[in-house]
């Protein structure tokens, strides 16, 4: 169904890559989009290299003191590739660590992630937006 509408395949895997790329293989032509993305930059070449159509996204864990290999992960991404999502009710960025989180605090990952690329929130928001629109064939 999603080559046939060309939507994405929803990736929502943490634990076991190797088991979930061996199940994705046979579809590098799809979009793949690791939700709530949870490996480091090494996954990410490996990825990068089977799935042309590929989108990462990253959560309000990329925030947190000890999530070094996100960060990496994120700077090895295209920045063609990102999208930023909240996983509300869960992961709830630094800043608001401990509360529940909601989409309103998406604001903090475009933040966060803006400054890791060295880009203005404008110019983040803007290539995201253009990525998820992409992503399931939202025209502007």
């Known amino acids: 169904m999603a080559k046939e509408l060309d939507l994405p395949v929803v990736i929502h895997s943490r634990d076991d890559f190797a088991s979930t790329l061996e199940v994705l293989q046979p579809y590098t032509d799809l979009k793949i989009y690791f939700h709530c993305y949870g490996y480091g930059p090494d996954e990410i070449a490996v990825l990068r290299a089977s799935f042309p159509r590929l989108r990462i996204g990253f959560c309000g864990n990329i925030t947190y003191p000890k ?15 990102i999208v930023c999502e909240t996983d509300a009710p869960y992961l709830s960025p630094q800043k608001v660590r401990g509360e529940t989180n909601e989409p309103a605090h998406v604001r903090l990952i475009y933040e966060y992630i803006s400054g890791l690329r060295g880009k203005s929130l404008e110019e983040t928001v803007g290539i995201v937006t253009h990525n998820v629109q992409a992503l399931y064939n939202i025209t502007p």
């Open 67 to 81: 999530a070094q290999p996100l960060r990496d992960a994120l700077l090895a991404c295209d920045i063609g590739s």
